[in-house]
């Protein structure tokens, strides 16, 4: 019994501790930039750059981006997922891997979180700018899921589909999932959309949701495909406005080829990637008042060149190599060469979007109390 009463005075300093953080978090800052556009190259590391220019004789486009450094991947779990690694970008905060949180830090391991992070996109909306997604995973794929809901476990396709259909963002256009349900999203006022085709001729006063069929969309290089750099463009055209917009792009087909060791696929998804992130300059190049940031979630397939000066995959599973961070439109994120910590881009996002100067936020659930009352009562009970 002194044991658990020891327990339960620790568990309530904590508790109290938590619920101070929840200080005010709605200070809305001068802001000093329109635009951002933050391209995630799902599992892009340096040696993927390398070893892509080396057998295709390419050149890549953001090698030309002015301000080039790293960012340090690991997660509270150590070595990283996409869903962490998604949550640090998108929130600027650290996170477990998957089964402890997709965009909230549990304290119990059981579902109930103690705190709910803003991301970037709910922060851009709060300040009057447009929010959107365009990935060539699915929707509920952990990378775009981190920057459009709150959830503890990335598995929950259809929870972060519901989620997403109540959510406040512009723009989601992803692989279909095969749940997004195409009533539900036009009673919430989106336009619902399964074609590259009929993206084309929108509505631009409602919001947009895209579930594209079949392989259209893949980063592969296909000749059917709707290409991500297509896409990429089709998006800022419809999210630029008066008062900016933040868009998240990100090529997950890295990440999957990379995974399965498969080399082409892996070059094609990065090339298109390229062409992606060329898009976004292009436009902030001509707009002016656009920042574009380019990186990774983590490094996957632990690439390396041997000593025979090849290239190879030597894993099929993510690394803790940092990941490439490419700056156009400000110097204020990265330093040539620096190695940054993964968390300060959705600081220096948040920052720039002028939501708050203390961004990103993060608000206690009165949720996690009740859970952890009921918790000590049936410990008590027993
Ligand atoms: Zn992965």
């Known amino acids: ?40 190259g799902d599992g892009m590391g340096e040696n993927h750059l390398e070893w892509t220019k080396a057998e295709t004789g390419e050149k890549l486009f953001m090698d030309s981006l002015p301000y080039k450094g790293y960012s340090k991947t690991d997660s509270l779990s150590g070595l990283t997922d996409s869903a962490a690694g998604g949550t640090a970008l998108a929130c600027g905060y650290h996170n477990f891997n998957s089964n402890l949180g997709t965009l909230s830090v549990l304290i119990n391991g059981q579902g109930a979180t103690a705190f709910t ?15 959107g997604i365009v990935t060539s995973d699915e929707n509920s794929g952990a990378t775009p899921a981190s920057f459009s809901v709150h959830t503890y476990k990335r598995e929950l396709a259809e929870e972060i589909t519901k989620q997403q259909c109540e959510s406040e963002l512009d723009l989601i256009w992803a692989i279909d999932n095969g749940i997004s349900d195409k009533a539900e999203f036009e009673s919430k006022g989106w336009t619902y959309s399964t074609t590259e085709e009929e993206l084309r001729n929108l509505d631009k006063s409602k919001r947009s949701f895209a579930a594209i069929s079949g392989s259209i969309c893949y980063d592969t290089g296909d000749e059917k495909d709707a290409p991500l750099s297509g896409l990429t463009a089709l998006a800022i055209d419809r999210l630029d406005n008066d008062r900016g917009f933040f868009l998240m792009v990100e090529g997950a087909h890295i990440d999957k080829n990379s995974h399965s060791n498969i080399k082409e696929g892996m070059m094609k998804s990065l090339l298109e990637f390229d062409k992606a992130v060329e898009t976004a300059v292009d436009f902030a190049k001509k707009d002016g008042n656009t920042i574009v940031i380019v990186t990774a979630d983590h490094e996957t397939g632990a690439i390396t060149k041997g000593k025979n000066g090849e290239y190879g995959f030597t894993s099929g599973d993510h690394s803790r190599a940092d990941v490439p961070l490419r700056v156009f439109g400000s110097d204020g994120l990265v330093k040539d060469g620096e190695h940054i910590v993964n968390t300060e881009v959705g600081k220096f996002i948040g920052k720039k979007i002028g939501y708050d100067g203390r961004f990103p936020s993060m608000k206690f659930n009165p949720a996690f109390l009740k859970e952890l009352f009921s918790a000590i009562i049936a410990g008590i009970k027993k």
């Open 1 to 40: 019994m002194k044991k658990f009463c020891k327990a339960l005075s620790l568990i309530l300093a904590l508790a109290v501790i938590l619920s101070c953080v929840t200080a005010a978090f709605s200070i809305v800052i001068p802001q000093d930039v329109k635009n951002i556009i933050l391209l995630i």
């Open 117 to 131: 992070y803003m991301n970037v996109s709910e922060a851009a909306i709060k300040t009057g700018k447009k929010a």
